[in-house]
T-cell receptor, first 115, second 112 residues
Framework: KAGVTQTPRYLIKTRGQQVTLSCSPI?????VSWYQQTPGQGLQFLFE???????NKGNFPGRFSGRQFSNSRSEMNVSTLELGDSALYLC??????????????FGPGTRLLVL | GQQLNQSPQSMFIQEGEDVSMNCTSS?????WLWYKQDPGEGPVLLIA?????ELTSNGRLTAQFGITRKDSFLNISASIPSDVGIYFC????????????FGPGTSLSVIP
């Protein structure tokens, strides 16, 4: 099975612009979660989508949004970029195993640099 | 938000030595996951733990889900140079907020 794929891998934007990142989950996985990773804050949960609906949300401003399509692919959008948004954005797809437990598999990430 | 404590923060060990790291929290989790991340890449899942007390191995790696459901440890036996990287623990629970919490990571360096 192919793993989680994310595009683009690298992106440079300027303050005030907006950006859209894409994630394709592992085939058969219906849950997609997004994370922001920075040296200072570590890995922080942004949101999770399941069957095209946002199921969980972390503590990020409304400039961060996402959506999921019927084929489980997900996009994350950040509007009005700030310097502090420079980070590695990771997508993880989830498989719920027997008993309702969940395992997350990560993509390679999109490295965003805001100038 | 909720935090996980992960220790040690960094380790420098000799090739062939065993390594032990752990994660603790004041909250209960339903699942513990251990990941390894190389620079510029996404975390790679090493071991998943689903039940309190569960002990699971993956090659030279062994991890346990603490009985209290508030902690987990990861052991690496006979370390090799390719074990170098940052190891993260993650606790999962079925809530709508802070569903997944990651530890700050343990940076492992292996001296050949």
């Amino acid at each position: 099975k192919a793993g989680v794929t994310q595009t683009p891998r690298y992106l440079i934007k300027t303050r005030g612009q907006q950006v859209t990142l894409s994630c394709s989950p592992i085939s058969g996985h219906r849950s997609v979660s997004w994370y922001q990773q920075t040296p200072g804050q570590g890995l922080q949960f942004l949101f999770e989508y399941f069957s095209e609906t946002q199921r969980n949300k972390g503590n990020f401003p409304g400039r961060f949004s996402g959506r999921q399509f019927s084929n489980s692919r997900s996009e994350m959008n950040v509007s009005t970029l700030e310097l502090g948004d420079s980070a590695l954005y990771l997508c993880a797809s989830s498989l719920v195993v027997a008993g309702g437990s969940e395992t997350q598999y990560f993509g390679p990430g999109t490295r965003l640099l805001v100038l | 938000g909720q935090q996980l404590n992960q220790s040690p923060q960094s380790m420098f060990i000799q090739e062939g030595e065993d390594v032990s790291m752990n994660c603790t929290s004041s909250s209960i989790f339903n699942t513990w996951l251990w990941y390894k991340q190389d620079p510029g890449e996404g975390p790679v899942l090493l071991i998943a733990l689903y039940k309190a007390g569960e002990l699971t191995s993956n090659g030279r790696l062994t991890a346990q889900f603490g009985i209290t459901r508030k902690d987990s440890f990861l052991n690496i036996s006979a370390s090799i140079p390719s074990d170098v990287g940052i190891y993260f623990c993650a606790g999962l629970r079925k809530t709508s907020y802070d569903k997944v919490i990651f530890g700050p990571g343990t940076s492992l360096s292996v001296i050949p």
